[in-house]
């Protein structure tokens, strides 16, 4: 990395765009960073350690030039010094407290002046870093302040989206099962034991603690999710729990883990029954003492957080089997919320497939429908992978329709080709006749009911097609 010390040119440093190298990578856009500093070479290594971890930066030497460039530019992190000519950096922090309070400010301070760092946090700094700084503090403390933003819109995108969905929370469906589904989590919404979530895949178990915790008395907290199937074996205890610097090789730093980065809120703990069984136990301590040791360390640190977990796994045969500990069961089956599949909830499909189409649907156009014939067909499909499943074969057919409305054809193949309108095995023998009527009546499926499509796709001319029609008795207006 170029440390050089020069006077940056100001006519071509305004911006500098991420490399995204090494470092965090931004999952959508990159945040845009505006470091404040009258020391150029200070100045520059700020900007060159944003870069690393894949930020937008911008560059000012006065409070009154940041100030100006932040009318201009959607700004997420301003670092400051807080010795600046004119204006200093408490007063800047101060004006941007009150004009761009979404901001989060990081400020920097000369070793001897951790007074004026404290007086900045007091006023509503996230973090302050001590000059000289090293490249690797300031990248840790930088790709921190991102995580929290994201994680901060995130949360508060998921309440917006909570409030404004059918059905309590987001969750959608009319049925009876789903209307105990939605009493259940608006009653453990407003308390905070454990909470155990049990369903097939695709049922909408996450959505289900999303709701619990955006409904609740931490809805304002961290919403963190731990997927423990995704996690890598040898890396989980260090991800919950963190790890100080010097723990074990290449622990340059130190991490603090999820369980703390969920400090007042909710910890959600996805397919809890792939956990590791020597990890369990050193779970259960955590919840049971509410303190949490980092790898490495030597004192405990306690945590507040609530717990729900979610498994599609049958926990009680796990038990017995020996592959889940018995009195972690009982920590975290506290109450308990069983989602229904889909095949169980049929009556639910038409809500689901509206609030899909609508989902989907391009924003100039107006809302896709769907015909009578692929609602048929999505209501006698047994869905394995449930509301998940459906989702995808909605998205599927806007993508693939190309008009108002998603015919048969446009919807994934196993609903396009039924088991009843299969192709015949090799040993199983079929009238031409038969083979032709289901050769028809696939090709209308594919076309919507276009019966010119079809004839063309058939190589067979209008006028024969509807002989054919009539020869096999097909209705008309097959869709």
Known sequence: MNMGHSEPDRSSFKTTEPTLEPGLQPSVAPMHILVVDDEPSSRQHCVEVAVLCGMKAHAASSAEEALELMEQLPVDVLITDLKLPQAGGLDLLKRVRDMHPQVAVVVLTQYGTINSAVEAMRLGAVDYVTKPFRVEEMQTRLERVVRDIELDRENRLLREQLRTRPGFGGLIGASQKMQRVYKLTERVSQHNYPVLILGESGTGKELVARSIHFNGPRRDKPFVPVDCSALVPTLIESELFGYVKGA????????????????????????????????????????????????????????????????????????????????????????????????????????????????????????????????????????????????????????????????????????????????????????????????????????????????????????????????????????
């Open 248 to 479: 074990f090789t290449g622990a340059l730093h130190s991490k603090q883990g999820l369980l703390e980065a969920a400090e007042g809120g909710t910890l959600f703990f996805d397919e809890i029954g792939d956990m590791p069984v020597d990890l369990q136990s050193k779970l259960l301590r955590v919840l049971q003492e509410r303190e949490v040791k980092p790898v490495g360390a030597t004192e405990r640190r306690p945590i507040n957080v609530r717990v729900i977990a979610a498994t599609n796994r049958d926990l009680e045969t796990a038990i017995r089997n020996g592959t889940f500990r018995q009195d972690l069961y009982f920590r975290l089956n506290v109450v308990q919320i069983k989602l229904p599949p889909l095949r169980e909830r049929r009556n639910d499909i038409p809500l689901l497939v509206t609030a899909f189409l609508e989902r989907y649907s391009d924003e100039q156009e107006s809302t896709r429908t769907i015909s009578e014939e692929a609602m048929r067909r999505l209501m006698a499909y047994d869905w394995p992978g449930n509301v998940r499943e459906l989702e995808n074969a909605i998205e599927r057919g806007v993508a693939l329709g190309s008009g108002p409305v998603v015919h048969v054809g446009d919807l994934p193949s196993n609903l396009v080709y039924p088991s009843t309108d299969r192709v015949p095995d090799k040993e199983e023998v079929l009238p031409l006749e038969e083979m032709e009527r289901r050769a028809i009546l696939r090709t209308l499926r594919e076309t919507g009911g276009d019966k010119l499509a079809a004839a063309r796709l058939l190589g067979i001319g209008k006028t024969t097609l509807y002989r054919k029609l009539k020869q096999y008795q097909i209705k008309q207006n097959v869709q």
